[in-house]
Nanobody, 120 residues
Framework: QVQVVESGGGLVQTGGSLRLSCAAS????????MGWYRQAPGKQRELVGT???????NYADSVKGRFTISRDNAKNTVYLQMNSLKPEDTAVYYC??????????????WGQGTQVTVSS
């Protein structure tokens, strides 16, 4: 089984910063990519950004220039550095891990989410 755990959420004021972490563990052979998604109250989940473990990153237009994804391959962990936060960034942030299992199957796993609230 594969576990994905997010942490680092909290309450910040407009213009502030927050750093989220996502760690993957369990029975997988390798991580192909990890991504951050968010879901605001009453709305659909949307992409924030992704990072491949062999290449680069991509971001939603709404967060470009403010958010940065990085990784620590040795710890199977990705980070989401969020700067210049706005009230519209308020959401539950979810991490997704795209992994190759020991069986060689390709699967996606979701974390439980971490709440980010930006006050005005």
């Amino acid at each position: 089984q594969v576990q994905v755990v997010e942490s680092g959420g909290g309450l910040v004021q407009t213009g502030g910063s927050l750093r989220l972490s996502c760690a993957a563990s369990g029975g997988f052979f390798s991580i192909k990519a990890m991504g951050w998604y968010r879901q605001a109250p009453g709305k659909q989940r949307e992409l924030v950004g992704t990072i491949t473990f062999g290449a680069g990153t991509n971001y939603a237009d709404s967060v470009k220039g403010r958010f940065t994804i990085s990784r620590d391959n040795a710890k199977n962990t990705v980070y989401l550095q969020m700067n210049s936060l706005k009230p519209e960034d308020t959401a539950v942030y979810y991490c997704n891990a795209d992994v190759v299992l020991l069986s060689s199957s390709r699967r996606n796993y979701w974390g439980q989410g971490t709440q980010v609230t930006v006050s005005s």
